[in-house]
């Protein structure tokens, strides 16, 4: 199949395939005698795992290794359970930050009289001169 006809299925855009292909990601498949790229299932599954992981937040650094380990079968899948727990405490350290966000603004909105820009507790509290 083609590259657009690629892209469609797996809902990855044909200049992202490319760069993946340059990459080194995603092997450059076979030319046809128009010189068009043409993509079989195998490079169908493996832009597929590929996309998943990218939704999954992993970076392409990870995809990389995580492909590296999942190219050999019998190997042990302890490599691939690290990356994943690793990329978990990512993911949990995210979260924290983002709630301490929340927190944070919904201080400042509360804080919030509402009245003008120079009595503004927001505005006070992002220049670092609001009170506690």
């Known amino acids: 199949m083609r590259i657009g006809q690629l892209a469609r299925i797996t809902g990855v855009k044909s200049e992202t395939i490319r760069f993946y292909e340059r990459e080194g990601i995603l092997a450059a ?15 169908e599954a493996r832009l597929n795992f590929i996309r998943r992981a990218r939704d999954l937040g992993f970076s392409m650094a990870r995809i990389r290794e995580l492909l590296d380990l999942s190219d050999d ?3 042990s899948c302890a490599g691939i359970d690290a990356l994943a727990r690793s990329h978990l405490g990512e993911v949990e350290r995210k979260i924290a930050s983002l709630e301490a966000l929340r927190t944070e603004l919904g201080r400042m ?14 505005i006070d509290a992002l220049a670092g001169t609001a009170e506690p």
């Open 73 to 75: 079968a019998d190997r």
């Open 29 to 43: 498949p076979p030319r046809t005698q128009a010189n068009y790229r043409d993509y079989g299932p195998a490079e």
């Open 109 to 122: 909105i509360a804080a919030c009289e509402q009245d003008t820009v120079g009595d503004c507790r927001i």
